[in-house]
């Protein structure tokens, strides 16, 4: 990627962020929970140590802060993982301050219940601090988003600088002269399938996609390579347990299909089959894709290829911008095979779009 790429699709992404509106973090995420978590415990240490006179004192006076701060910031992320879907369908703004409302009734609630069993007043200084801790972590969250939106940006670049290898595009071209006299309509089929696979490929892709869309996305890379690799070139599909409107990050399955091919069946002497299993399991979505992992016999001479680290290391990148910490991918080598696995939340369409 050039440096005047970088450049230009950075400017891009940079005005792109300007213009985002407010957004609210997704409270069913992980990610967000320990960010929460943390800070705002951070945050009752400090309160603890900022008003404390003696050392001694402090355990108590932590203890005093945590028995308030605690149980309602626990009481506030439920009800926001409860009523995450309605707010994300409402404005930014008043989904924000729905929240704000929510931490300074949760902190309110549970000091009038100390208050009552412990005896003394309540007060208004605990709610008001959650407040303004709540109004400013919403705000840090959408400053993390817009700074997150030249990252997601160029990865999105990388991403497709990567997939359109040189040598898929020619040998394609290649396979298609070699069958345009012995039947024409296949490959005219297989034009229309590269011309759409391109098309796919040059889209804007930075939202999630229905998976049957990938599927089918995948199932047109793999006719393009059956053209020239012929029954060199097997694929075992296992997708029936997984609902075609679960969405997924765009140019998910591909990428993962041309490393199988192009590292475990182009290479190889015999002929060799390629695994996709696609199931959801609770609210998990589990990908697994493997082919075989090629000794240095089995290799066809000329055609050794380097590994497809950087590209998995690409999707990880991609998949943690999409998802924070509640995507995983892994790969591993057993029982000849190269094995990659992705589990990813099982988001599903909202039914009203």
Known sequence: MTTSKRGLFRNMAINQKN????????????????????????FLLAAALAGNRSLAQLPREVGELAALVEPALLITLTLLFVLAPVLQRLPARLAGLLVVMLA?????????????VLGGAGG???????????LGMLLW??????????????????????????????????????????????????LEELSELFRALMQDNRELVPLSDEIALARKYLEIEHLR??????????????????????????PLIENAVYHGIEPALAPGEIHVRLAVKGERVRIEIDNPWLGEGEVRKGTQRAG???????????LLLFYDLEATLDSSVSDGRYRVRIDLPGKRKPRHE
């Open 19 to 42: 213009m985002m509106p407010p957004r609210l973090p997704d409270f069913r995420n992980l990610g967000v929970w320990l960010r929460v978590l943390l800070v705002t415990n951070g």
């Open 308 to 318: 497809n680290h950087m590209a998995l290391a690409n999707l990880r990148e991609r």
């Open 229 to 254: 690799l012929g029954e060199r070139l097997r694929v075992k599909w296992e997708v029936s347990d997984c609902p075609p409107d679960v969405l997924a990050p765009p140019l998910l399955l591909q």
């Open 104 to 116: 300074v009734a949760a902190t309110a609630g549970i000091g009038g219940l100390l208050a009552q």
């Open 141 to 190: 969250f959408d400053l993390a988003a817009r700074a997150h939106a030249p990252a997601l940006a160029e990865a999105r670049l990388a991403a497709l600088t990567a997939r359109i290898r040189p040598h898929f595009l020619f040998n394609s071209l290649n396979a298609v002269l070699g069958v345009i006299r012995e039947d024409p309509r296949r490959a005219e089929t297989a």
């Open 124 to 134: 208004w200084r605990a709610p008001l601090a959650a407040g303004v801790l709540a």
